[in-house]
């Protein structure tokens, strides 16, 4: 994995959902606790695994790791850090204004921003305070993926930013004062972030197309942010076997291509290659071998005789028979939760169906996983930046305009703050649910942790859009009603067999019922088992999948369907033949 002697104090590893971000920073940090060093392990992702994959109870403190002797992991709970970021900017306030004003700001510090920025706060402190890691030689950060952890890397600079230019002494986090007294801090991570002697950014990929553009995006924009000591890390590797397995051959093709392809900006980097494991990622022996490239668990999986779950399609009858309504593909980065919405948005359009396909997720690859132009279909992504421009626009001429040129100064002050993007993106995912009214809306979800965190702004983005706007867009108060509508909205719950995807899937399909919206149905993707492969490692792998195919059947899901791992890859989920511009329609 990564060599001792060349790693730097800090190390963030950041990559496109699914591709190993959190199993190369565990066994990285497991090589330097082996060597002597003393480590600390943090996860910044709101859909953090990394209790199951070191097997340990992990919280918001530093908790040592049973078996790895020098090293302790923290998980940044996001809506625990907003608790007690709420608490600390109130608490100076409770003695000196009346009940109503206190009740003001902690509405103001109930959205979805808060949470991301507590967070982010969290992280500051790791990163930009020596004190608080004094006592650790090396600090690890297991990042989001990757559209959630650039809006976090430039946190810094937006904040520090706003609170120098705000005057106002208010934002949509509450009184400045609670801002002001982290500049500092922000500042000085930056500083940390941008310091080639002290931290490194691994840019964490698999040999597919997909992700490499994702790696090479990340590289750019973290460049452009002055963050340059960067790595490339090539994850899952495979070389095949058996010579007569057309699976592990069209595997194997596969990586040679995107390989090959690889964009220019990434050659230059420097780069490792990890090849595909036949074993599980799970616990400390199992990392030691990743790390050093060992041969895998000793004893064989267990063969399991389970019955198939049916095949995708036979969801479809079903999902067309009210012609309407939304759905929504939702799930762990990685596990194909675009695929899996491009192909059920195709299959609608077929079927004679008005469709609309688009994505709520930052880094989503949505007009590549559509394969051909077709009749009926609309493919589109919510653009941030032109919904934040759009959003300004109407506040400024909405609550601006019987406001002098002061009052209109600070109110554009105001809308410069990030809390604006949460704001605006969040309105274009309501109307974009209104559109199943009159059609079908197929909706490529983000990644789960940010997912949830959008589903959980509906409550508090009334009062936020109260401070500006005279009205609600009808959309906006209708949102909620719609998803809590079994018959309306369609939530598929996708995953991988795989331990970490499937019980972070039921994770999800808890949080979704404590928020009252039901999951129509489990996808399980890319299965080797369902494929029939006979490759040495893929078989292995295959086995694997029986115990946690059976797990989502008998414990976790009503219904479930699968999809195999294909050869071919113009017929597999997710390979396009033609990409499709955003925004087009074929009626």
């Not at 199993?23 to 392990?41: H, K, M, N, P, Y």
């Not at 993007?421 to 199943?436: K, L, N, P, Q, S």
């Not at 009503?558 to 329609?585: C, F, H, K, Y």
Request: include cysteine; charged fraction near 20%; proline fraction near 6%.
């Amino acid at each position: 994995m990564i060599a001792v002697k060349d790693a730097t104090r800090n190390m963030l590893f950041t990559g496109k959902g699914g591709v190993g971000k959190t199993s190369t920073a565990c066994a990285t940090a497991v090589s330097l606790a082996d060597a002597g060093r003393r480590v600390l392990l943090v996860s910044t992702d709101p859909a953090s695994n990394l209790d199951e994959v070191l097997e340990a109870q992990i919280g918001m403190t530093p908790t040592p790791i049973p078996g790895i002797s020098g090293l302790m992991a923290i998980n940044i709970d996001p809506v625990e850090a907003a608790q007690e970021y709420k608490e600390r900017v109130v608490e100076p306030y409770r003695e000196l204004l009346p009940e109503s004003a206190i009740r003001s700001i902690e509405e103001q510090l109930s959205g979805a921003c808060t949470v991301e920025v507590a967070a982010f706060d969290e992280f500051a402190k790791l990163l930009g305070d020596p004190r608080a890691t004094a006592e650790f030689d090396h600090v690890i950060f297991d990042t989001a993926p990757t559209g959630h952890t650039l809006r976090l890397l430039q946190l810094p600079a937006a904040w520090s930013e706003f609170i120098a230019t705000n005057n106002s002494g208010t934002s949509c986090l509450g009184p400045l004062a609670g801002l002001n007294a982290q500049r500092e801090l922000y500042e000085h991570t930056v500083a940390a972030l941008k310091d080639e002697a002290a931290t490194t950014v691994f840019l964490v990929t698999r040999p597919d197309k997909t992700s490499l553009a994702e790696a090479d995006r990340t590289r750019e924009e973290l460049g452009a942010l002055g963050i340059t000591h960067q790595s490339l890390i090539v994850n899952g590797i495979f070389r095949a076997t058996d010579p007569g397995d057309p699976i592990a051959q069209a595997l194997e093709k596969r990586g040679q291509i995107a390989l090959a392809a690889m964009p220019p900006g990434l050659r230059g980097l420097p780069r490792t290659d990890v090849s595909l494991v036949e074993h599980s990622l799970i616990g400390a022996p199992n990392l030691r071998r990743f790390a050093t490239g060992g041969d895998g668990t000793s004893s064989e999986p267990a063969v399991m005789q389970i019955e198939l779950p049916p095949d995708w399609t036979s969801l479809l009858p079903e999902l067309s028979r009210s012609g309407k309504g939304v759905i929504m593909t939702m799930g762990k980065g990685g596990v194909g939760k675009t695929t899996v919405a491009a192909h059920i948005a195709m299959a609608l359009a077929s079927m004679g169906h008005r469709v609309h396909l688009t994505t709520t997720d930052p880094a989503a690859h949505i007009l590549d996983a559509v394969s051909a132009p077709m009749q009926n279909l609309k493919v589109s992504r919510i653009d941030p930046a032109a919904e934040i421009h759009q959003y300004c626009a109407e506040v400024m001429a909405e609550a601006g305009k019987d406001l002098d040129a002061n009052g209109r100064a600070l109110l554009e002050e105001d809308l410069r703050s990030p809390c604006t993007a949460e704001i605006a993106v969040f309105r274009a995912f309501a109307r974009t649910v209104h559109e199943g009214n009159n059609g079908f809306v197929v909706i490529d979800t983000a990644p789960t942790g940010h997912t949830l965190l959008l589903l959980d702004a509906a409550s508090s983005y009334h009062r936020e859009v109260e401070r500006s706007l005279s009205y609600i867009p009808e959309s906006v108060r209708e949102l909620l009603p719609r998803l809590h509508d079994e018959t309306f909205t369609r939530v598929l719950v996708v995953t991988l067999p795989e331990a970490t995807p499937v019980h972070e899937a039921a994770q999800l399909q808890q949080d979704l019922q404590r928020a009252g919206i039901r999951v129509f149905s489990w996808v399980i993707n890319q299965s080797l088992l369902a494929a029939g492969t006979r490759d040495k490692i893929l078989a292995k792998r295959a086995l694997l999948e029986g115990s946690y195919i059976d797990e989502v059947r008998t414990q976790y899901a009503n219904r479930v369907v699968l999809i195999p791992w294909m050869a071919d890859s113009t017929a597999e989920i997710g390979e396009a033949t033609e990409p499709v511009q955003a925004g087009a329609s074929y009626d």
